[in-house]
Every structure is written in structure tokens, then in C-alpha cells.
């Protein structure tokens, strides 16, 4: 099993930047990419961002690319989703997922094993 834990959200004004967090535990050595998604009041759960935690290579949502960035840090077994520019459509519930297998279709949800318990990202107008 892989524990997720995010941490970084918050309030913040439109325009403004956040840095989220999500440090993995357990066996981790299993994990073969993480991602991020984010889910609306009353809207599906979309992808958002996902990397492959050995080679680094990222995938974006259209509405994200050139304004966040995902990335990870293996010696502290985290990923980081940093949210520049940021909307106020964009306020939501956070969530780290990560899954143990190759994906072609990495922007789908039900690709992850793991998810971790979100985290709430408010963008105020």
C-alpha cells in the first residue's frame, strides 16, 4: 500500500500563485507515476497534471499548461504541483494520486490506486 498525504492549499486572489504538496509513504517503490486532480462543487473529478516518477516526464491538462508545474523529489518520496495564475473556476478540492503500472490513458482517474484526502485550493475574485 502507498499512503498520500497533500498539504499547501489555501485562499488565494485571483492571479495569485500556491505550491501544493504531496509527500508518499509505505511502498513507495512500487509507485510508477503520481499525478493530481481537482474536483469543482458539484463537477466531476478532472486530471489536472501527471508525472512518471522515474523518468520525470509530465503530462498536462490544456487549461493548466503554461501555468502549473508538476514535479517530484525522490529523496523525499513528494510531488508538487506549483499553480501560477491562477482562476477563480479553479477553486476546488486538490487530490495526489499515484499508480503503480504504465497508463495510456493517464488523464483518467480510475488509471491511480492511490489517492490521498485532498486538499482545498480557493481562488477568490
Known amino acids: 500500500q502507498v499512503q498520500l498525504v497533500e498539504s499547501g492549499g489555501g485562499l488565494v486572489q485571483a492571479g495569485g500563485s500556491l505550491r501544493l504538496s504531496c509527500a508518499a509513504s509505505?511502498?513507495?517503490?512500487?509507485?510508477?507515476?503520481m499525478g493530481w486532480f481537482r474536483q469543482a462543487p458539484g463537477k466531476e473529478r478532472e486530471f489536472v497534471a501527471a508525472i512518471s516518477w522515474t523518468l520525470g516526464t509530465t503530462t498536462y491538462a490544456d487549461s493548466v499548461k503554461g501555468r502549473f508545474t508538476i514535479s517530484r523529489d525522490h529523496a523525499k518520496n513528494t510531488e508538487y504541483l506549483q499553480m501560477n495564475s491562477l482562476k477563480p473556476e479553479e477553486t476546488g478540492v486538490y487530490y495526489c494520486?499515484?499508480?503503480?503500472?504504465?497508463?495510456?490513458?493517464?488523464?483518467?482517474?480510475?488509471?491511480?490506486?492511490?489517492w490521498g484526502q485532498g486538499t482545498q485550493v480557493t481562488v477568490s475574485s
Open positions: 494520486a499515484a499508480r503503480a503500472n504504465p497508463s495510456r490513458k493517464p488523464i483518467m482517474a480510475v488509471e491511480y490506486d492511490y
Open positions: 509505505g511502498r513507495t517503490f512500487s509507485i510508477y507515476a
